[in-house]
């Protein structure tokens, strides 16, 4: 009996450990995705089996018992996305091809509710097929109709402007899936170590399918270390014989569920905290951990509450002093002061205010005209011979009465002419300057060293290259010692070369078309843009 007894204590203190355990050592799972506004934190909840009975958090040193936990669907503004990046260059294998395609199609078939899908093409730039999309029919279609061709592939500059762009695009949960080779023939473009330092800060979901192409093996490792680094799968064609096993990966790891924490007063200081969401279910207990910036308390209803809270005490005050002044009245013999009488009072007064601002408008405006007057008189006093005008380009031209060009501040370059010329940014064609050329200027990235400036790329020297006037209005390029050199239609320069209209300049990674708009013919020796009559029209037009 004693022997029994002994056995049933053991197991009873062997169960109530493993309890303990299980509700101590919770499954911690780090680098979740999630996003906070003004008022709370919402935070994807990693797909589990297991029903969520119950959630806690902590923000900072804060214990919120205020989460929501809420279902991805429709309903919500939180809502999957996933960007599928496909490279159709010939570089994959013609096995590979039909591979390739039948996984987006499961992909796309296989959506959860709400899911978003953005299809895109590559080689040197991207080409978007549907952007924030849910019509699943109309995407399984665009993915049958992409054909192969023998392109360049810019992989990594690709990768790093949609990431880049992703920083921007709202609560939405990041899924990314790549399929490609991993080739990039783009020497000079980003590293994928810049790629996975833009992503620290960032938990995407990541997902590449490789395909191998001759001996691109150290090009597939690259692209797989990018889904090492946000922790998702990697998948290599070649070796793989169900396509279902990637889909299924792929889908399986997707949040179902999201939970919104309201965030306290108390941790508003605009600074990145970290939080803490403890998930309890029928069988396990997880704890997923992420952070992210707190905003700043809400100053107007702090302000609101202190005007109120002033506002009462004056009351009180008010009601104090007038009830002494009415017992002293009432001590004294006097009269209670009439209520009718204070709102005639109040009148006058706000009256009188209103005439005051009034006569200060009044003398206000009179000062302006009599200001106006005296400019026109001694504007009437000049010599009405010779007029100085600024034109848009803020050069200063002095006309005389006849509409002739007298003198220009801005001096012609050889036999008296000035070449107008245009550079225009390929990959940011809103990025357009337009320059008069009279003798030289200098291109590069800061102001210091340069006139035109491209100060967004940080490939470009501090002073790249220099454009020049030659004879016969010709222009001449030459790189001045630039880190990364200078290109012209693909091809290096290595001393002065005449530059041709539509030239391409690559400046690093920089790519600028060349352009004259015209070569015009400048009055008295001095250079300008047009002829007289047509400077003059311009400049009344602007007017």
Sequence with gaps: ?????????ALLYVIVIFGFSRSVYAETIQNVQSYSDEKQIVIYIPNLKEKISAASAQIGNA???????????????????????????????????????????????????????????????????????????????????????????????????VFKQSETTGSAYQNYVILSDGSDDNDVGYTYNEIINLLKDHNYAIYSVGSRYESNIDALE???????????????????????????QIIQDIPRNIAKIKIPESVKDGETKSIKLTINTSDDSYSLITEAKMPFADMSVKKEAERVEKKESETETKKTILAEKTTENKEAGGEIPNKEENKILLSYMLIGIIAVVVIVLI??????????????????????????????????ILIDKDDNIIESDNDAGPEGNIVNIRLTDIRRPAVMMEYSLSSSVILGRTAERSQIIFDYE????????????????KIYIQDLESSNGTYVNGEQIKEKEELLDGSIIKMGRLQIEFQIINVERAENGKGMIGTSTEVISDLYDEE
């Design 363 to 396: 003398a206000v405006l009179l000062i302006l005209i009599r200001k106006r007057s005296k400019v026109r008189e001694n504007n009437k006093e000049k010599d009405d011979s010779t007029i100085l005008i600024k034109s848009k380009d803020d050069k200063t």
């Design 222 to 248: 690259e692209m797989f270390s990018i889904s090492r680094a946000s922790e998702s799968s990697y998948f290599l064609l070649d070796e793989t014989e169900d396509i279902n096993a990637i889909v299924n």
């Design 1 to 9: 009996m004693k022997k029994k007894l002994v056995k049933m204590t």
């Design 63 to 161: 214990a919120v018992a205020d989460v929501q936990i809420k279902k991805i669907g429709k309903a919500q503004k939180n809502y999957i996305h996933t960007t599928i990046l496909f490279d159709n260059s010939l570089s994959i294998s013609s096995d590979n091809r039909n591979k390739m395609k039948e996984v987006v199609k499961r992909l796309i078939n296989s959506h959860v509710e709400g899911e978003k899908f953005t299809l895109a093409t590559f080689d040197t730039e991207m080409h978007e097929l549907s952007v924030d999309s849910t019509d699943y029919e109309e995407l399984i279609m665009q993915t049958d109709s992409i054909e192969f061709a023998n392109q360049d592939t810019y992989l990594k500059n690709i990768l790093y402007d």
């Design 458 to 473: 940080k490939s470009v020297s501090g002073q790249h290259c220099e454009l020049s006037r030659g004879e016969n209005n």
